[in-house]
């Protein structure tokens, strides 16, 4: 599976929109781009997949670039609740999941 | 609907003891899940189960086995315990088969060993 590279931390105020990026240049057309989150003390939660299309779901949207080289999670009304560890993976689906170690995202009210 | 359930939370053995870490999911999926997760580093697949009756090693095996009792529970055992087993164990369950399938966590295992 492809490599992500994500930046380990970031900030977002209350209320904003959080965009959080995930490079991974070197993804195979048979993978899609997953993203996890990790709350404090709980276990990883599943947020969103996509292959090539933007998708958007209750919690959030995913946005790939034409080219699939990265794409970015979104979350549109940042609240504290969704202050967690993102992790961004890619995945052919052939082979177990690879949790890197993701970005810290903090919002702050 | 409670998802996956992890017993116990937290628990601190001696270096040499036995100990079962249970998991049920209660969302009729076909396989499940076990990770561990130490400080700093991603979670890590120790075992898992594409389905009823199978097992299959994952990422770091060795000092754990597993049962498949059913599909709805998935243990995982430490037979002699050793310090380098202190980790937050975490279990997953999916509609399976197939690992493109979103995978479901339970909270987690803390597991110290002295």
């Known amino acids: 599976d492809a490599k992500t590279t994500q930046p380990p931390s970031m900030d977002c105020a209350e209320g904003r929109a959080a965009n959080l990026p995930c490079n991974h240049s070197t993804i195979s057309g048979n993978e899609y781009v997953y993203w996890y989150r990790q709350i404090h003390s709980q276990g990883p939660q599943y947020i969103i997949h996509?292959?090539?299309n933007n998708e958007t779901n209750e919690m959030a949207s995913l946005i790939i670039t034409e080219d699939r080289k990265s794409s970015t999670l979104i979350l549109p009304h940042a609240t504290l609740r969704d202050t967690a560890v993102y992790y961004c993976i890619v995945h052919s689906g052939n082979t177990p999941l690879v949790f890197g170690k993701g970005t810290r995202l903090s919002v702050i009210a | 609907n409670a998802g996956v359930t992890q017993t116990p939370k937290f628990q601190v053995l001696k270096t040499g003891q036995s100990m079962t870490l249970q998991c049920a999911q209660d969302?009729?999926?076909?396989?499940m899940y076990w990770y561990r997760q130490d400080p700093g580093m991603g979670l890590r697949l120790i075992y898992y189960?594409?389905?009823?009756?199978?097992?299959d090693k994952g990422e770091v095996p060795n000092g754990y086995n597993v049962s498949r009792l059913n599909k709805r529970e998935f243990s995982l055992r430490l037979e002699s315990a050793a310090p380098s087993q202190t980790s937050v164990y975490f279990c997953?369950?999916?509609?399976?088969?197939?690992?493109?399938?979103?995978?479901?966590f339970g909270d987690g295992t803390r597991l110290s060993i002295l």
């Open positions: 969302m009729n999926h076909n396989s």
């Open positions: 996509g292959l090539k």
């Open positions: 997953a369950s999916s509609e399976g088969p197939g690992w493109w399938q979103p995978q479901h």
């Open positions: 189960s594409a389905s009823e009756g199978t097992t």
